[in-house]
């Protein structure tokens, strides 16, 4: 079946550690993004790619980094310098970014010890 | 964006239709309007978009008001299956980012 594989579903992270949240897509879509989640709260945009090789900061970009060398793939870093990584973390696909819908995974829950 | 007001929660009978509101006034021309839903731990799931015609797929259907300053989200005959929390979310064409508020959460009750 044809949908969007994050990994793994729990994390937890060690202050001072990076980590990195695998997303895949086997959707052949062009676009791809990455969302945090908070209790309670909506959806704030962290990065985003058009195509493969490119990708645009979000509005919560600070302290995060992606790369997008394929077209299946955009794997999110959550580094140190990200001073409150706790959070619920979507990764999301769409065929363009014009109005065609947003699909999602179903979500890394980051923990920090 | 434009704003969107949607009640914070609502109660349906299992079987019956669940009708959501969703109040978009200062929406413009080149504005969609998009459901997606959310189940509790889960990523959000796309139900269905429309611009100003009246949209139907398997999942629902969405009526919007001819002026379009209003829409609402029908599930024909819910199931307990369909508790969640219903984002009504409005776009402009062409924007890269989906902007969620808090949704309403609906309780299917059998």
């Known amino acids: 079946d044809g949908g969007i594989t994050q990994s793994p579903k729990y994390l937890f992270r060690k202050e001072g550690q990076n980590v990195t949240l695998s997303c895949e897509q086997n959707?052949?879509?062009?676009?791809m993004y990455w969302y945090r989640q908070d209790p309670g709260q909506g959806l704030r945009l962290i990065y985003y790619s058009q195509i493969v090789n490119d990708f645009q900061k979000g509005d919560i970009a600070e302290g995060y980094s992606v790369s997008r060398e394929k077209k299946e793939s955009f794997p999110l870093t959550v580094t140190s310098a990200q001073k409150n990584p706790t959070a619920f973390y979507l990764c999301?696909?769409?065929?363009?970014?014009?109005?065609?819908?947003?699909?999602f995974g179903d979500g890394t829950r980051l923990s920090i010890l | 964006d434009a704003k969107t007001t949607q009640p914070p929660s609502m109660d349906c009978a299992e079987g019956r239709a669940a009708n959501l509101p969703c109040n978009h006034s200062?929406?413009?021309?080149?504005?969609?309007v998009y459901w997606y839903r959310q189940i509790h731990s889960q990523g959000p799931q796309y139900i269905i978009h429309?611009?100003?015609n009246n949209e139907t797929n398997e999942m629902a259907s969405l009526i919007i008001t001819e002026d379009r300053k209003s829409s609402t989200l029908i599930l024909p005959h819910a199931t307990l299956r369909d508790t969640a929390v219903y984002y009504c979310i409005v776009r402009v064409e062409g924007d890269y980012k989906l902007s969620f508020g808090a949704g309403t959460t609906v309780t299917v009750r059998a």
């Open positions: 200062t929406i413009s021309g080149n504005e969609y």
């Open positions: 999301a696909s769409s065929i363009d970014h014009t109005t065609r819908p947003q699909h």
């Open positions: 429309g611009l100003k």
């Open positions: 959707l052949n879509h062009d676009a």
